[in-house]
T-cell receptor, first 114, second 117 residues
Framework: DVKVTQSSRYLVKRTGEKVFLECVQD?????MFWYRQDPGLGLRLIYF???????EKGDIPEGYSVSREKKERFSLILESASTNQTSMYLC?????????????FGPGTRLTVT | AQKITQTQPGMFVQEKEAVTLDCTYD???????LFWYKQPSSGEMIFLIY??????QNATEGRYSLNFQKARKSANLVISASQLGDSAMYFC??????????????FGQGTILTVHP
């Protein structure tokens, strides 16, 4: 079974702190993704990576950065956390070029910024 | 730009009955894929079913089927014989490759399904 793990289920941080969310997958997937989930908005793509050290902006990258130094690990960084970044963060991974192309998701991190 | 619309914020169904969850999409790309995911209250996202834009037949997976109407740009999920465990949030999503090998997903807003005993 594919397993995607995230470093924390719940996280509380203060405004202005630097926040690291870690994601690890164990199935040698090339692609990794970070989403945030907010009520009424569904999931929105923040950043994704299709190879080590490669990254591309998603739909809402402002206020976030990412790092992928190893194939299995993809980190989301909030440089200076703000209250509007309070949300559920979901990491996902997928294989390249294999139907049905589904993304495998981690359990999510519920981040509260106070 | 790719867009997915789920117009039903909440749906109710009686146990053992069938239910249809609506999804419409918008894209100008001829090659795309459509997904449905289930998210129970525990929060994990569970892949249910996939339909490719060139697939001739509607996708089915057990009690789940995808009613794909390409001309109408709709991809409704049909759950037959609903069970209490089907109560969850359901997301429709579209994969857009745009010439890349990896593809990105665009998600709808979600529909909360409640199954009554």
């Amino acid at each position: 079974d594919v397993k995607v793990t995230q470093s924390s289920r719940y996280l509380v941080k203060r405004t202005g702190e630097k926040v690291f969310l870690e994601c690890v997958q164990d199935m040698d997937h090339e692609n990794m993704f970070w989403y945030r989930q907010d009520p009424g908005l569904g999931l929105r793509l923040i950043y994704f990576s299709y190879d080590v050290k490669m990254k591309e902006k998603g739909d809402i990258p402002e206020g976030y950065s990412v790092s992928r130094e190893k194939k299995e690990r993809f980190s989301l960084i909030l440089e200076s956390a703000s209250t509007n970044q309070t949300s559920m963060y979901l990491c996902a991974s997928s294989l390249t070029g294999r139907r049905p192309y589904e993304q495998y998701f981690g359990p999510g991190t519920r981040l509260t910024v106070t | 730009a790719q867009k997915i619309t789920q117009t039903q914020p909440g749906m109710f169904v009686q146990e053992k009955e069938a239910v249809t969850l609506d999804c419409t999409y918008d894209t100008s790309d001829p090659s795309y894929g459509l997904f449905w995911y289930k998210q129970p209250s525990s929060g994990e996202m569970i892949f249910l079913i996939y339909q490719g834009s060139y697939d001739q037949q509607n996708a089915t997976e057990g009690r789940y089927s995808l009613n794909f109407q390409k001309a109408r740009k709709s991809a409704n999920l049909v759950i037959s014989a609903s069970q209490l465990g089907d109560s969850a949030m359901y997301f429709c999503a579209m994969r857009y490759a745009g010439g890349t090998s990896y593809g990105k997903l665009t998600f709808g807003q979600g529909t909360i399904l409640t199954v009554h005993p």
